[in-house]
């Protein structure tokens, strides 16, 4: 599975939106871009999952660039619970394994 | 929605002996599983994967012999942890994916981890 690159950590102000960015520039045709996030001591938890359209659900809104070398993870109305490590996947129909990145830290403040 | 259930929670052991992680799909069928190793700080690293009804499949650098992994049903795979040390002190995670009525793109889902404490 092709790499994905994301920043460290971010922060965002409760109520307002977290934009989480991603760049997976060799990401090959039959791939689909998979977000999960970690919440401190638990198992991931998934998000979205989209391949070039834009996606949403109850959860978050995916934004997938024409040429699918970037994605953004919306989250519409951060709140302190969001507080949690992203990743953002890469995911062929060859496999079923997720492999992770290091994934960004978003940290929702008061 | 599809729920993936890991026992014990949480397990403390003395070091050389052995400690078994269940992971059960409770309300769908698996045919697949994953088993994950989570280090403090860092990220999840894929350790094997479980496959029903035959061997299971080993990332490199894990070994086979000390993380024996079976998945006997459709509902249930465990890892053993063998003769336990320190450094095998880990949180281990296990996922599934549904194997009736799901395309190859449908989600992974995820157990709530097993904290691992060897002293």
């Known amino acids: 599975d092709a790499k994905t690159t994301q920043p460290p950590s971010m922060d965002c102000a409760e109520g307002r939106a977290a934009n989480l960015p991603c760049n997976h520039s060799t990401i090959s045709g039959n791939e689909y871009v998979y977000w999960y996030r970690q919440i401190h001591s638990q198992g991931p938890q998934y998000i979205i999952h989209?391949?070039?359209n834009n996606e949403t659900n109850e959860m978050a809104s995916l934004i997938i660039t024409e040429d699918r070398k970037s994605s953004t993870l919306i989250l519409p109305h951060a709140t302190l619970r969001d507080t949690a490590v992203y990743y953002c996947i890469l995911r062929s129909g060859a496999t079923n394994k997720l492999i992770f990145g290091t994934g960004t830290l978003l940290a929702v403040q008061p | 929605g599809a729920v993936v259930s890991q026992h014990p929670s949480r397990v403390i052991c003395k070091s050389g002996t052995s400690v078994k992680i269940e992971c059960r799909s409770l309300d769908f069928q698996a045919t697949t599983m994953f088993w994950y190793r989570q280090f403090p700080k860092q990220s999840l690293m894929l350790m094997a994967t479980s496959n029903e009804g035959s061997k299971a499949t080993y990332e490199q650098g894990v070994e086979k012999d000390k993380f024996l992994i079976n998945h006997a049903s459709l509902t249930l795979s465990t890892l053993t942890v063998t003769s336990a040390h320190p450094e095998d002190s880990s949180f281990y995670i296990c996922?599934?994916?549904?194997?009736?009525?799901?395309?190859?793109?449908?989600?992974?889902?995820f157990g709530n981890g097993t904290r691992l404490t060897v002293t």
């Open positions: 989209g391949l070039k």
């Open positions: 996922s599934a994916r549904a194997t009736s009525g799901g395309s190859y793109n449908s989600p992974l889902h």
